[in-house]
């Protein structure tokens, strides 16, 4: 089998790396990738995942036997369903589907309609009436951009000074363009927050284990919101009993309203949760992998891939259990100086071989570009050094010993990515 991997950060990396694993794959191409993709695979770079037209002339060309689409903008420009169109299996929902992710607005209205918990919300289309009803309901408060925003678009108001500055930066400024016409505006849930992943054809739920994503820039969950700055798996105050919530009050009853709506779903559905006091609440949904959870998940991961995603696809996925690996892992990212604002490019990145050589290490490369026997940084997250290890503190120790011997010019990562779970260990 032929498979064609859309994207080109960590995500792609680990999903690329997985996949090769899988002895039914002869082999994988990916676009438009990144340096450390070509080293495994064939990649495309002048294909850009948000080039429709473009991917899908390279999976007939290449006679592909399934696409794994990596990131959310081309599935809410309606990849899966152009590729559907020309019979090609594609793993990733369709634009209609994806609008649980690309709408916050369409997203928090079906979970009201569905009755999957979430926090209470408002919706607005003038920053007048939204700086107006924050006034009247107080702060600490939640305030989202509508559309999609790179995983940026969220903010948490402690004062009503910042709330009005995420109002004007959202709806006035237009930091975000047009995902900026409508904002939502939720009530703030205080608790542990929690990544919850499945595959899903239909009506068959496969879940994944529960991960924990580092949002913030900063140690200690300060900072602006990132795309992701580490994550670790599974996450220890995690329940057989809090998962049985997790899947009949959320996966199950998106699935039941997606049916009601005559909307068809294969592909990843993630949950952003908040966990208060035992009761999982829904933050946000994703229709695509974890960037990076699915770097620490790949590494964990003892069951093949790809018959997964294929069977997804093609509708013929049955209810199965994954197969984990003992013990856990865990990616910390290493960024250009200035990311999630304006940062440079093309710095040389040392110290890569040495990390690799670390037992138990495997470095995901996000933003690298690959020239004359050298890499150079391309991108505002760089790397996802990922490590295993037979228990989370192990994994730490593992993990960091690999990120100390990677260095470029005004490289920055979090020295914390795990702590939340250890402090449930100790």
Known sequence: MKVLVVGGGGREHALVWALKRSKDVKEVLCAPGNGGISRIAKIFPDIKSEDISGIKELAKKEKVDLVVVGPENPLALGIADELEKEKIPVFGPSKEASLLESSKVFSKTFMKKYDIPTADFRVFDDPVS?????????????????????????????????????????????????????????????????????????????????????????????????????????????????????????????????????????????????????????????????????????????????????????GNLREEKIEWKEGSSMCVVMASQGYPGEYKKGLEINGLEEAEKEEDIVVFHAGTEFKNGKFYTAGGRVLGVTGTGKDLKETYEKTYSAVKKITWEGFHYRKDIGMRGLKFLS
């Open 130 to 314: 939204a700086i107006k009803f924050v006034e009247e309901k107080g702060t600490p408060i939640v305030i989202k951009a509508d559309g999609l925003a790179q995983g940026k678009g969220v903010y948490v108001a402690h004062t009503l000074e910042s709330a009005g500055e995420a109002i004007s930066e959202i709806m006035v400024k237009k930091k975000f363009g047009s995902s900026g016409n409508r904002i939502v505006i939720e009530e703030y849930l205080e608790g542990e927050e929690l990544s919850y992943i499945a595959i899903i054809s239909d009506e068959v739920i496969i879940p994944l284990l529960a991960s924990q994503d580092h949002k913030r820039l900063n140690d200690n969950d300060t900072g602006p919101n990132t795309g992701g700055m580490g994550a670790y798996a599974p996450v220890p105050f995690v329940s057989e009993k809090l998962e049985k919530k997790i899947i009949n009050k959320i996966f199950k009853r998106v699935l039941k309203g997606l049916k009601k709506e005559g909307i068809k779903y294969r592909g990843v559905l993630y949950a952003g949760l908040m966990i208060v006091r035992d009761e999982p609440f829904v933050l946000e949904f994703n229709v695509r992998f974890g960037d990076p959870e699915t770097q620490p998940l790949m590494l964990l991961m003892k069951s093949e891939l790809f018959p997964i995603l294929y069977n997804s696809a093609t």
